[in-house]
């Protein structure tokens, strides 16, 4: 007998406010990654799923990303937080790169009103060194140097933490920007930029 | 064919034999008396309430020579505690007794049980553990509680590995951890995460995959008196099979496929064993099939659970599913893992390691009363011959031997 489910299922979050599918090529890109460099067993399309749904508990990992104001609703912000607490991690990105914008802020709010408040997470966590390398911290995104958005480079991720396990994962590097491109076209990168993205996973699948 | 003289000499011969043996079996009695008279005797009346140390010194008495015959009814009751083999310090009671039986510790009282068996896993026990049916009390000291050490748990990245070394490490285990992420690439968790399990350091491994990693090392481990779990598709590990319960599994799906059924287990798709070899123990089935078994392999203990993705039961079972997951985990862990009794855990010949000789004495007060002292007497007395050496109607019956022999022999003309 096969297994019923692969190992891993990229699932990306839809939630009732905000864009929330405002990156469609990410999932295919780290799918892609993780088959690409590990031998984790990975469903080859990716799946959406509501963040106010019991499916939720299929997925311990699950993507959120968008530009827009988001606003859990009662049963997304219930729903979340007994995801969390049953060991899922949810990683978030801020497709704005704007620290001073409406996703950043709404979401900050909306993460601390259902799991807890948001940290910096220390760049030598096990996040890093889960699969490749990182001894800087999270890789730095175009975005970030050439200037737009809130024309910082973040030194940090942030993260709500369960003990020393990550529960929610909060990106303002805008990784969604960066990697929201067909898979084909890694070949005319030099770095496959997308290689944070296997740490998350193999973390998340590890840790 | 005899005379009549001939005759009656032989019932006069008959008469004196008699008489003689009648005379033999007075003095008999008279002796016994003047014995009994110089033998003590105590007699008692037992509830089964009584300490170890009085019923032992009953026990001194008999052995020293004065006759104790018991009476009373003592309730059927046996008690024993023991230090549960997980991190979290707790004491599992098992009580055996004809009625209900109410359980207390040096405060007060902890729970009750119904008649027949059962057993509870009690935390922060104070003093001895007393187990109260009718007037019996059987009173147990629970051994000193040992942490066991490391659990090192080998599998591939994936989710099932992620939430068993969640459930452990939340249940109290300290957990290593070799997930294989690529075969030149494993991801190691905890300082003895290499080189497969020590028994030094761990108590336990779990096998989650059937990647053949280890395998002399952990047969090594087994045999010198480590757990082993096989669990998922662990327990289809073919580097294993010597030291598995069964020779060989069959892969069932799940009877259904959401939680809200009755069981949680049937959601989950099983490694059903089969061929179990002729020392494994059945722990568990699912509609007939083998779920979960047992064995001992050496000194070792193993245990072959055949439920996979448990994961799932933690993330979309009810309310309580990451407790019960947790719960599973650790009990599973907790039945094979290798705990070293302490040096200061008073033990006696014929005493289970790990519980002290006192707990054992006390722990079934109408057992131990019977080894001590024998089986009750139904009305207590004295078990020599009491009244006259010799009685009326023996006398009698001699006298009236005597005087017919003596008749008989008159009338035929002999002095």
Partial sequence: MGRLMPDFTFATAQYDSGDWDSAPLVPANVIDSVARYTAIDVAPTGVIVPLGSRDLFKYPLVYLTGHLPVRFSDVERTRLGEYCARGGMLFVDDHNHDVDGQFHKTAWEAIAGAVGPLQDLPNDHALYRSFFRFPDGPPTTSHELNGWGDNLVHKHLQAVLRGDRISVLYSSKDYSSEWNYHPDNKRFFSVDNTRFGVNIVVYALTS | ?415
Avoid at chain 2, 174 to 191: F, K, M, W, Y
């Fill in chain 2, 1 to 415: 064919m005899p005379s009549r003289a001939e005759t009656r000499g032989f019932l006069e011969l008959v008469a004196r034999t008699a008489v003689v043996l009648l005379l033999a079996a007075a003095l008999w009695r008279v002796v016994q008396a003047r014995r009994a008279e110089a033998t003590p005797s105590v007699q008692v009346r037992l509830t089964g309430a009584e300490r170890a140390a009085t019923r032992d010194s009953l026990a001194a008495l008999a052995r020293s020579g004065v006759t104790v015959p018991w009476s009373g009814e003592i309730p059927a009751l046996a008690a024993m505690a023991e230090g549960v083999r997980e991190p979290a310090p707790a004491t599992r009671v098992s009580v055996v007794a004809d009625g209900a039986v109410v359980l207390g510790d040096s405060l007060g009282t902890i729970d009750s049980l119904a008649a027949g068996s059962g057993s509870l896993v009690v935390a922060g026990v104070r003093g001895a553990l007393r187990a109260g049916a009718g007037s019996a009390m059987a009173r147990v000291d629970p051994a000193k509680h040992v942490a066991p050490g490391r659990v090192l748990v080998l599998g591939r990245a994936g989710w099932e590995s992620k939430f068993v070394i969640a459930a452990l490490e939340e249940a109290g285990w300290s957990v290593d951890a070799e997930l294989a992420v690529v075969d030149t690439l494993t991801v190691r968790q905890g300082a003895g995460a290499r080189g497969g399990p020590r028994l030094g350091t761990h108590a336990a491994v779990v096998v989650l995959d059937s990647a053949p990693r280890a395998a002399a090392a952990i047969a090594r481990f087994v045999a010198a008196g480590g757990g082993l779990v096989l669990g998922g598709e662990g327990a289809a590990n073919g580097a294993h099979r010597a030291l598995a319960p069964a020779r060989t599994v069959r892969a069932v799906r799940p009877l259904s496929r959401a939680f809200d059924g009755v069981g949680p287990m049937d959601a989950l798709p099983l490694h059903a064993l089969e061929a179990l070899r002729a020392d494994a123990l059945v722990l568990e089935r699912r509609e007939g099939r083998i779920a979960a078994a047992a064995r001992r392999v050496g000194a070792g203990r193993v245990v072959q659970a055949g439920y996979g993705d448990t994961w799932r039961w933690r993330m979309e079972g009810g309310a309580d599913a990451a407790a019960a997951h947790r719960a599973h985990w650790s009990r599973l862990v907790g039945s094979v893992a290798h705990v070293a009794v302490p040096p200061d855990v008073v033990t006696s010949p014929g005493t289970p390691r790990g519980t002290s000789a006192d707990a054992s004495a006390e722990g079934a007060p109408l057992a131990a009363t019977v080894h001590a002292l024998g089986a009750a007497s139904p009305v207590a007395t004295a078990r020599t011959p009491t009244g006259p050496p010799l009685p009326g109607w023996l006398g009698a019956l001699i006298l009236a031997l005597l005087l017919a022999e003596w008749a008989s022999r008159r009338t035929r003309g002999l002095a």
